[in-house]
């Protein structure tokens, strides 16, 4: 090997290794920024509960959920969640 490939290939590398770097970079920003992102899982800073389950038929249901401190009427089904209400504390 001549120096001009040597020097050609740790080029190359090193090149290779910084572009590794700026990927690992990014993907530790991201985690940490979309851990600070309101609702994430990994913030943890507002639990959902479900308070009652009561099936309708077929893939239909009604869900009374508690999340920050509020209640809300949903509809389930195969196609999605739908808020039907909100509840007061005393219903």
């Known amino acids: 090997m001549d120096t001009e490939t040597i020097s050609?290939?740790?080029s190359t590398i090193a090149s290779l290794l910084m572009i590794l770097g700026?990927?690992?970079?990014?993907?530790?920003?991201?985690r940490r920024w979309r851990a600070r992102m309101p609702g994430s899982q990994a913030g943890g800073?507002?639990?959902?509960?479900i308070l009652s389950?009561?099936?309708?038929g077929g893939q239909h249901s009604l869900?009374?959920?508690e999340a920050g401190?509020?209640?809300f009427l949903l509809g389930v089904s195969r196609g999605g969640v739908?808020?039907?209400?909100?509840?007061?504390?005393?219903?």
């Open 8 to 10: 050609a290939a740790a």
């Open 22 to 30: 700026l990927l690992a970079g990014l993907a530790f920003v991201a």
């Open 45 to 49: 800073n507002m639990p959902v509960s």
């Open 53 to 56: 389950s009561r099936p309708l």
């Open 63 to 65: 869900v009374v959920a």
């Open 69 to 71: 401190g509020r209640r």
């Open 82 to 91: 739908s808020l039907i209400d909100r509840l007061d504390a005393h219903e």
